[in-house]
């Protein structure tokens, strides 16, 4: 997705989500819009080379820490 | 005194209850990007959170470790050994499925997922916390 776009969605949501916060009787205009707005942000995608490695890397750190018995 | 603190209390709270739904609707709405293969990117979520989740059991194993039983201790080291290799090998497996979309993937998953549910049956057994639970940190 375009990142101006992102951007933009991004502040749209902040304000619809501060108004339900402020006055949640405005649910009824806000809502559907946080709704159209929250899918199209979170799609999930795989990961990039770099975040592999880094998960890899913390998850063997991980594993080092427990290397020794629990006793 | 006392209400007028309370009612501080709760306009503070408010915020911070309707910020934590907002990320937990978040979350839960993540959807799978067109082009994407569901089965990468949910494998490599899975082994995203689940080493937190070993690492939290671990934690709490050794901090509770006084007042375990010697059989809960055992049970506490074997899936301490038994997780790191379970999650190479996922990953092992879904590089192959990504490389030429063979490899068993789907079995690794399911011998992963039955030793994390192991390790939070395990804690909450012995009266830790829920591990799988969304409000878990």
Redesign the interface.
Known sequence: MNPLLLVVLGQVLDIA?KA??RDPKQGDVFTPI?GAI??A???????TAAE?AA??S??EA??S??AA??? | MRSAAASAGRTLLRPAIAGAAALLFLLSCATIQPGQDPLVVRTEQFLKISYPIYDQTMSWAQRNASTMSPGALKLVNEIRVAFPPLYRSVDAALQVYKANGTGDVLGQISALERLITQMATLVSALGGPDLLSKENP
């Not at chain 1, 942000?41 to 990961?47: I, R, T, V």
């Open positions: 989500l339900v916060v946080i929250v899918p942000l979170s799609q999930a995608a795989g990961e592999t998960r890899r913390a998850a991980t594993f820490k427990w018995p629990i006793v």
